[in-house]
C-alpha cells in the first residue's frame, strides 16, 4: 500500500503543484505554517474522508479561493487508484477511478494508516474525551469501514437527546425504540474497543517497559468492562444488555438533565502504569513514553492481524521527544519499512539516511532537496 504522487490546487495554504512520493520514508522540512502539516491532513483525508485538524470542511479552503481540490494516484494490493476529492464550501465530492462515492460504506480503497502529532503526547492526563478519541481512531485506522458504526451511533444519540429536550406527546415510548438501537450500536462500539484493548495491551506493555527502563506494568483501562478481560464471548454478548438496562434505570435523570447521561460516547479509558492512573502519577517523561509506546504497538498490532504495516505520519514529533526516546521510534519506524510521511523544523532530528526523499516546504510550495 503506497501513494504514488499528489497533485494540490489550494488546499490550505498549499497552492497547485504535483508531488511524487517516496516509497518509504518522505521528510517535509520547513518553518511552522508554511503547509507541512496540511500536506500531511490531506493523506490522512484519502484514508478517513475527514481532517485530523478540524470538523468544519471549509476550513481547508485556501482563504483566496472558492474550493479546494486533490487528486492522490494510490497503490493498494497491486491494484492502482485514482482518487479526487473536490471541496467546496462544507461539502465534498469524492471520485475513486472516474466513479462518485457517496458514503464511506463503499470506499473500498482507504488506505490504513496511523497519525502521530504533538497534541497527543498529552492525552493520557487530558480528559477522557481524548482518550475515547484515541482508541476510537485506532480502532478506525485498523478497520476504516467502522467509521459508520460510529456515525450512526451518534445520529441516534442525538435523536434520543433531541427527544429529552423537547418531550413531544409519547416521547415515552420515542425512547424505548432509541434505547434499543442506541444499545445495539453502542454495544458493537463497546465489543470492538475491548477486542482491540485485549490484543493491543501485551505489545504495549513489552514496548514501554523496554523504553522506561525499568520492568514497570503499563497498560489501558476500559473502566466500565474492565472485568472483560480474557472472559468468553457470552460476556461480551450481554454488554447490550447491559447498556439497555442502564438507559431504562437512568431515564428519569436523563429526561431531567435533558441529555443520555450512560453509554459509549461517556466510557471512561485510562492509561495504568503500576496499578496507577497516569492522569495522577505518570511524570512528563513518562507521559511521553506511554504515547510513543501506545503509536508503536499500533503499528506492531496492525502488521500481527494483516501481516503488513499502515502508512505513517509523523507530524514534528521530534522536537517533542528527548534523544533516547527519539533514537528508540526511528529504529522501530526503520525496520518496519512502511512508506512514512514526516514533518519537521530541523533535519537532523528525523534519523534517516537512506531510503528517503527530503522536501523544502516554504509558503505553500514544496521543492525537492537534492
Not at 469524492?94 to 464511506?104: A, M, Q, T, Y
Request: contains cysteine.
Amino acid at each position: 500500500m503506497k501513494i504514488i504522487s499528489i497533485e494540490i490546487d489550494s488546499f490550505r495554504n498549499l497552492l497547485k503543484q504535483k508531488f511524487s512520493a517516496h516509497p518509504i520514508f518522505n521528510i517535509f522540512i520547513g518553518d511552522n505554517a508554511q503547509g507541512k502539516t496540511s500536506f500531511l491532513e490531506i493523506t490522512y483525508f484519502i484514508s478517513h474522508l475527514r481532517s485530523f485538524r478540524t470538523q468544519q470542511l471549509k476550513d481547508v479552503i485556501n482563504f483566496e479561493r472558492d474550493r479546494s481540490w486533490f487528486r492522490v494516484i494510490l497503490s493498494k494490493e497491486n491494484i492502482d487508484y485514482e482518487i479526487i476529492v473536490e471541496i467546496k464550501d462544507s461539502s465534498k465530492i469524492i471520485l475513486v477511478n472516474g466513479k462518485e462515492i457517496k458514503s464511506f460504506k463503499s470506499y473500498h480503497c482507504a488506505p490504513n494508516l496511523v497519525l502521530f502529532y504533538p497534541d497527543e503526547l498529552f492525552i493520557p492526563k487530558g480528559g477522557p474525551k481524548e482518550r475515547r478519541r484515541l482508541i476510537d481512531r485506532a480502532v478506525i485506522d485498523f478497520w476504516p469501514h467502522l467509521i459508520e458504526e460510529y456515525h450512526q451511533y451518534d445520529k441516534v444519540l442525538k435523536s434520543r437527546n433531541k427527544v429529552l429536550i423537547e418531550k413531544m406527546i409519547g416521547y415515552e415510548k420515542l425512547l424505548d425504540v432509541y434505547d434499543i438501537q442506541l444499545s445495539s450500536i453502542g454495544a458493537s462500539l463497546v465489543r470492538r474497543r475491548i477486542k482491540y484493548l485485549l490484543e493491543l495491551n501485551p505489545i504495549f506493555k513489552n514496548i514501554f517497559s523496554h523504553l522506561d527502563n525499568i520492568e514497570r506494568d503499563a497498560y489501558l483501562n476500559y473502566v466500565e468492562y474492565d472485568s472483560l478481560e480474557n472472559e468468553n464471548e457470552k460476556k461480551f454478548n450481554e454488554i447490550e444488555e447491559k447498556i439497555h438496562e442502564q438507559l431504562k434505570k437512568n431515564r428519569s435523570q436523563d429526561i431531567r438533565l435533558k441529555k443520555t447521561s450512560i453509554g459509549p460516547h461517556l466510557d471512561k479509558i485510562d492509561f495504568i502504569i503500576n496499578g496507577k492512573d497516569a492522569r495522577s502519577f505518570a511524570s512528563q517523561g513518562q507521559i511521553r513514553t506511554l504515547m510513543l509506546s501506545f503509536k508503536i504497538a499500533q503499528m506492531k498490532l496492525f502488521y500481527k492481524i494483516f501481516k503488513y504495516y499502515p502508512m505513517l505520519l509523523l507530524d514534528d514529533v521530534s522536537s517533542e521527544l528527548d534523544k533516547n526516546r527519539n533514537r528508540f521510534l526511528f529504529e522501530e519506524i526503520r525496520g518496519m519499512g512502511c512508506q512514512t510521511f514526516i514533518t519537521t523544523t530541523h533535519r537532523n532530528q528525523i534519523l534517516i539516511e537512506e531510503n528517503f526523499k527530503d522536501v523544502r516546504v516554504d509558503g505553500g510550495m514544496l521543492t525537492e532537496v537534492l
